[in-house]
């Protein structure tokens, strides 16, 4: 009996030292670097005081980032862990061939998201950790409203990359993907599981069944139909995911900002001397704290 007693002491003492020994790995804090910005852009670090976003920001857990409804009007972002070097903020350049936009993808320490027009998006967790041979990396996103498309590297087994929707949740692995706030998902490579919530008419809610997305496809969360991409869809990815990579790939190189080119200040959310930028932040919340673009 007490033989066995040690035994299990003996037993517990080496599990906690186990699980003292992993608690005690720093989780180290990421950020996401703004690298590109058309048309009119703002973020919050959530006490509702707006700033105008501009390449270079460093943007930390907690921001909100909204764009402008002007058709076109999009944002960059790298989501880095603190251990990869910060980009310079790069110029894309359109007239650059075709080829050598494509030709490399990103690099391996970097994801890239575009934040479309009339979109809302939340930087809730941007983390990593060492443990033994593997980084885990947990980046969270909060798509509150609007569409954005993403390239994500590819991670680790224990690595989590989510985006929260209003009605669901995406879990992403190595994918380039689209989707918007109500649940409208499409894949070019990789694969995303999608799960989402309905509310009828009295009010109660049905959880669907989770649905695997792989490259190639797409699934609407509105009608739970999924579908091959179509020909328009792919064409989306050939043309927007290369001028991303290349944003990624030019960014170790320093290029002067031009402005008037690379941030449109012209009818920034926060602008405007008649009380305009306050009715824009009021406009910022609904009835459920949530922002809603403009």
């Keep these: 009996m007490k033989q066995r007693l040690i035994n299990g002491l003996l037993a517990l003492g080496i599990a906690v030292a186990m699980v003292s020994s992993l608690t005690a790995q720093t989780v180290i804090e990421g950020s996401a670097k703004v690298v590109r910005v058309k048309g009119p852009a703002r973020f919050t670090t959530g006490n509702n005081i707006w700033q105008p976003l501009k390449p270079g920001d460093v943007l930390k857990s907690g921001t909100i980032v909204q764009t402008g409804k002007e058709a076109k009007s999009f944002v960059d972002i790298v989501l880095n862990d603190p251990n990869a070097s910060m980009p310079h903020a790069a110029l894309y350049n359109p007239s650059a061939p075709a080829s050598s936009m494509s030709s490399s993808q990103p690099t391996a320490s970097q994801n890239v998201v575009r934040i479309w027009e009339n979109t809302a998006l939340g930087i809730d967790k941007l983390t990593s950790q060492q443990t033994g041979n593997d980084v885990v990396s947990e980046t969270q996103l909060d798509l509150r409203a609007g569409h954005i498309t993403g390239i994500v590297k590819k991670m680790s087994a224990a690595s989590r990359y989510e985006i929260k ?9 190595g994918t380039t993907y689209d989707i918007t706030s109500d649940g409208v ?12 919530v309905k509310t009828d008419a009295a009010g109660n809610t049905t959880s669907g069944q989770p649905q695997v997305v792989n490259g190639g496809w797409q699934f609407d969360a509105r009608t739970d139909k999924m579908s091959e991409l179509l020909p328009q869809d792919q064409s989306f990815f050939d043309k927007i995911i290369p001028t991303m990579r290349y944003i990624v790939e030019s960014m170790a190189t320093t290029i002067s900002r031009d402005r008037t080119i690379y941030y449109e200040q012209e009818g920034s959310p926060t602008q405007g001397q008649n009380g305009q930028g306050q ?4 406009q910022g919340q609904n009835q459920g704290g949530r922002m809603t673009p403009r």
């Design 279 to 282: 009715n824009n932040n009021n």
């Design 185 to 196: 998902l499409k894949v070019a490579d990789g694969s995303v599981v999608i799960a989402t």
């Design 165 to 173: 929707l209003p009605n669901g949740i995406a879990g992403i692995r």
